[in-house]
């Protein structure tokens, strides 16, 4: 099981970093420059497919989540924090990635745009999540809280998603459907990449999480 569980990782590895490379020479070499943006639009190939996987992580908080509520097993708890952790990082890069983007087309670094502020309530909403986890006195209670919070907060993703055509935005309608060619291809390889980034990260994290909780299981054993 160990040799399989290796070579899944290795192949993924070696998958990924071959996509990577692909990736960046798509995005700024191969794939023409946008004429009304110019070159800053190459940030879209990276903006996007972190969004992608940001939505993607929560998701699984929140299908994890439910699974543990309802069978109260820690191995979907586990996953479900792993998955939160990814997805906070990259909803920062998302809120990085966004501002420079933004700072040529609209003339600053921050507006209270329906995308922009729903997207900081998504952050803020698994900040807490976290929060909650790290300050619980008990571990379980600090779980069940935070399988509800994981729940409770993945509402907001579709409205992160829906926003730019909910209310009146600066931020730019979604382009997918119109790319077509390069640009296309370009972003398709990149949410593949991303997307193959995300499961090397969680099995990542979950093989720690897993040697964590077991030290401390060995540990309780030892102070009996």
Avoid at 66 to 95: C, M, N, P, Q
Avoid at 98 to 115: K, L, M, N, V
Wanted: proline share 3%.
């Amino acid at each position: 099981m160990k040799i399989r569980g290796s070579l899944r990782n290795n192949t993924l590895l070696g998958l990924g970093f071959a996509l990577m490379m692909i990736s960046l020479y798509l995005m700024f070499i191969y794939v023409p420059t946008e004429k009304g943006m110019g070159i800053i639009q190459r940030i879209f190939y990276f903006h996007v497919p972190l969004a992608w996987v940001a939505f993607l992580a929560f998701f699984v908080v929140f299908i994890t989540s439910i699974l543990y509520l309802w069978k109260r097993d820690t191995k979907w708890d586990t996953l479900a924090h792993a998955s939160a952790e990814i997805g906070v990082v990259f909803t920062t890069l998302v809120l990085i990635t966004g501002p420079i983007w933004a700072r040529p087309e609209w003339g600053s670094w921050w507006t209270w745009d329906a995308r922009l502020t729903s997207s900081l309530i998504l952050w803020l909403t698994y900040i807490a999540y976290l929060l909650v986890r790290s300050f619980a006195e008990e571990e379980e209670k600090g779980a069940r809280f935070a399988a509800v919070i994981g729940i409770v907060g993945f509402i907001n993703v579709p409205i992160v998603y829906l926003s730019v055509n909910l209310w009146r935005t600066q931020h730019p309608p979604e382009l997918v459907s119109d790319l077509e060619g390069s640009m296309l291809l370009t972003l398709l390889v990149s949410i593949t990449t991303f997307t193959i980034l995300y499961c090397l990260l969680i099995m990542r994290n979950v093989s720690l999480k897993s040697g964590i909780a077991e030290v401390k299981r060995l540990r309780g054993l030892l102070e009996e």
